[in-house]
T-cell receptor, first 107, second 115 residues
Framework: KNEVEQSPQNLTAQEGEFITINCSYS?????LHWLQQHPGGGIVSLFM???GKKKHGRLIATINIQEKHSSLHITASHPRDSAVYIC?????????FGTGTSLTVIP | DTEVTQTPKHLVMGMTNKKSLKCEQH?????MYWYKQKAKKPPELMFV???????INESVPSRFSPECPNSSLLNLHLHALQPEDSALYLC??????????????FGPGTRLTVT
């Protein structure tokens, strides 16, 4: 089983701040996913990474395969970014989820 | 169409009831998943169907019975549930493949309350 750890568990930021959420996993994977879950439940897939870096708008995700570590960065954070961010490692069709980071961005 | 739909959105049922949750996707995905999520916890995998065959059952009690009648539909039949089964039930789908894996698309979930 792949152990997936996220930090921090909770994060409060002022609007405009640069935010980093970290994820570590214990064994080799096919891909690493970053997910966003808003209150009410719906989960949106933000990124799927197997190497390097991806950028989408104000969101950037990086992964270091050798160190088994990934980061999600949010630039110029906004209150609408408030959500739970979950990283999940994937091997084949098996997903292992981190415990999530609850982000609150204050205006 | 990149949407996974789930019905109903909310369900309240007694411990002696029989009900079903439904999930549908039209993205041509051949892997479909059921997850259970308790408050402030990450999703827990329950079942995976690959090419309409059950490929993973994470030791889920038999009061939960999955069914995949075709490549677009996934059902979860519920019978004799317990109050601790109250949770958000999420469906997801993805392509099937080895190696680098594929992105999962999640439905909005069914909020289940067992009384």
């Amino acid at each position: 089983k792949n152990e997936v750890e996220q930090s921090p568990q909770n994060l409060t930021a002022q609007e405009g701040e640069f935010i980093t959420i970290n994820c570590s996993y214990s064994v080799g994977i096919s891909a690493l996913h970053w997910l966003q879950q808003h209150p009410g439940g719906g989960i949106v897939s933000l990124f799927m990474l197997s190497s390097g870096k991806k950028k989408h708008g104000r969101l950037i995700a990086t992964i270091n395969i050798q160190e088994k570590h990934s980061s999600l960065h949010i630039t110029a954070s906004h209150p609408r970014d408030s959500a739970v961010y979950i990283c999940a490692s994937r091997t084949g069709n098996q997903f292992y989820f981190g415990t999530g980071t609850s982000l609150t961005v204050i205006p | 169409d990149t949407e996974v739909t789930q019905t109903p959105k909310h369900l309240v049922m007694g411990m002696t009831n029989k009900k079903s949750l439904k999930c549908e996707q039209h993205m041509g995905h051949r892997a479909m998943y059921w997850y259970k999520q308790k408050a402030k916890k990450p999703p827990e995998l329950m079942f995976v169907y690959s090419y309409e065959k059950l490929s993973i059952n994470e030791s889920v009690p038999s009061r939960f019975s999955p069914e995949c009648p075709n490549s677009s539909l996934l059902n979860l039949h519920l019978h004799a549930l317990q109050p601790e089964d109250s949770a958000l039930y999420l469906c997801a789908s993805s392509q099937v493949g080895r190696g680098r894996g594929y992105e999962q698309y999640f439905g909005p979930g069914t909020r289940l309350t067992v009384t």
